[in-house]
DNA sequence: TTTAGTTAGGTAAACGATAACCTAAACACA
DNA sequence: TGTGTTTAGGTTATCGTTTACCTAACTAAA
């Protein structure tokens, strides 16, 4: 005999002498029900350990109570980090939080969204790249409620929250300019990010303005550790070295210390290092990693907070709700060696 | 007027002028239907952008492409990368990977699951904690496929895929033990993991076979860096402090290394540091990290492997997977000062 | 020519939960 | 006593997809 089936409104029903539906309503406490019959209904549910199938009820357009969200990968603190407290607010508010990376095909990409849309989720949390805008259009027309997280592309009615990027790299660079370094590298963050491009305006247009703007001194990258080492190797291998380095995320600027290692700099004696994010490991690696602190509580918490509004029907359209970021100076930056010119 | 609904496969099939049956074949490659109308429905399908609806397909008892990972967390870097290695490992076989992280409340957990289990997923992929085995014959009932991922607790039918962590444990003691140390110093992981309790049992095993053991250089522990800290802040307060100290995680490990430099200690050359997990950290942070690698990107991938197997029908039933971990030596491991009495 | 098999596509039913509607009884009030 | 209102719970229909089954036409073999 092959395993019995999984337990249904049906057989709830069937044991308390009842009709599925009146089970439905003594369980979602709707409709006049007697407490005696609520009283059966229960025991008998709890007695065959019901679960309502969350196919079945999101297919009548009812709620699931989970949030979907996606994300481009986990490995990075910074996504773990924003998913554990998208999580947890989640959590508080009774719903689940389902977690999707993106796929690298932005085809697939858009149909896997959309097939989370009406699939299961009551609202969808989505970290996406700028290049998206007009599948963004196709998203502003859906019945299931979306935000944005960290969007910084084209124009969108949908509501979005976002963490600052560009005032957190000036106050990071005035610290290094005020500490008189004047040769500051940069290594970039991921192509489609548009917090990548947010800190690299910031970069170029402080870098301008202090008369100092190199484009030489630019390396491009993607938020890995890999791609720092590979960009501070090049930088560092120019005739006049810069004497501090901005990257663009934590993970870089941990590669950025490797390439200073591997040619025997001291941090920050001989060369400053910064970074963006203040991921745990920030505090964790000496000397400390200067960088700038992303409020990803604030922008989790806000996020889920908006779309639980959004599913209760409240409107959204274009809402932007963006958290200040904030500089964290630790030990690896420091006075260049060379004094001013 | 508002937005319209999603494109359903009625939608389709209308423009297209076929049955909605007609197209539901199409998409699926099943039944008989000429190139003429096959080429007709997919023109029709891809105008309207139509996607299936998940809900719909998993109530009919079709796969909806889409595995579910329960996870106790996903900050911890093993979590995220065994997440991530999952997440690849179904892509590569055209699913995708929805990922959920335990409630703190164990009833609620098990609500979840179940409700997981009929709701969406085509089959589960559980990292549960050893205490669940009554509820664990309850899933064993279940239709859904179910895998678990480093269970060590009481027997179950349900297939398991795991990491070993006794015969690496052993290693990394022997080895210390190799460096000449005898007070070696322990700090546990999580109460309620198996590989917790492994870690400990070869601990325990390795001591006394070598005449060593102390219960008092056992300091409890729970996976986290403060708690790292604060066991080692207790093991160095001793009148005889231990010449190593071996941490049940990386990062409990990085918090033995906050404690030694709260006391000036040199690693190695005070005292000698080991993890477990050989997370990407463990080789940035100086002098490098002496741990045991778990081989994470296996257990994923047979996890996944067989999930699939048993969503094809193939019995897993007992089945049962182990992968060896292997010990990487950094610098955090030397002979101790005192030279062996 | 008859029979059997294949092809193309349609119809009906089912998955499980629930909203909308309905019935019947009980009750209140004039 | 008659009329409206509330209470308790059942009936029906529906969400969108897919499976099982059916029909009709065409083809091939006997």
């Known amino acids: 005999m092959r395993p019995r089936a999984r337990t249904t409104l049906a057989d709830v029903a069937r044991l308390a002498g009842v009709s599925a539906v009146t089970v439905s309503k003594v369980l979602n406490g709707k409709g006049h029900i007697s407490p005696e019959t609520q009283e059966k209904v229960q025991r008998a549910a709890a007695l065959l350990g019901y679960v309502a199938n ?89 019945q299931v409620p979306i935000v944005l997280i960290n969007y910084f592309g084209g124009a969108t009615h949908l509501p979005v929250v976002r963490g600052e990027n560009y005032e957190g790299t000036v106050a990071l660079l005035h610290h290094l300019l005020a500490l008189g370094h004047r040769r500051i590298g940069f290594i970039g963050g991921a192509e489609h990010s548009g917090q990548a491009k947010e800190r690299y305006r910031a970069y170029r247009e402080v870098m301008r303005a202090a008369g100092l703007w190199d484009e030489t001194l630019v390396q491009p990258g993607d938020f890995t550790r890999r791609k720092g080492l590979e960009g501070a190797r090049a930088l560092l291998g120019r005739p006049s070295p810069p004497t501090a380095i901005f ?9 950025v210390m490797e390439a200073a290692q591997e040619r025997g700099l001291q941090v920050p004696a001989d060369i400053s290092i910064a970074g963006f994010d203040d991921s745990p490991l920030a505090s964790l690696v000496p000397p400390g990693l ?25 409107s959204v359209r274009d809402q932007l709700l963006e958290f200040p970021s904030r500089l964290v100076v630790r030990g690896s930056t420091a006075p260049p060696k060379t004094p001013l010119p």
Chains 1, 2 share one sequence.
């Not at 663009?248 to 941990?254: K, Y």
């Open 247 to 255: 990257a663009g995320s934590d993970l870089m600027a941990f590669g």
């Open 290 to 314: 200067t960088t700038v602190a992303h409020p990803i509580a604030d922008i989790a918490e806000a996020a889920v907070r908006l779309l639980l509004e959004a599913i209760e029907g409240k």
């Open 54 to 142: 969350t196919a079945a009820r999101r297919l009548r357009g009812g709620a699931t109570r989970i949030l979907g969200m996606v994300v481009p990968e986990l490995v990075s603190p910074y996504f773990a980090e924003l998913a554990r407290a998208a999580a947890d607010a989640a959590g508080r508010c009774g719903y689940d939080l389902g977690l999707f990376t993106t796929s690298r095909d932005p085809q697939r990409e858009r149909e896997r969204i959309q097939s989370l849309l009406g699939g299961m989720a009551d609202g969808l949390l989505l970290v996406v790249p700028v290049g998206a805008s007009e599948f963004l259009s196709t998203l502003e027309q859906s």
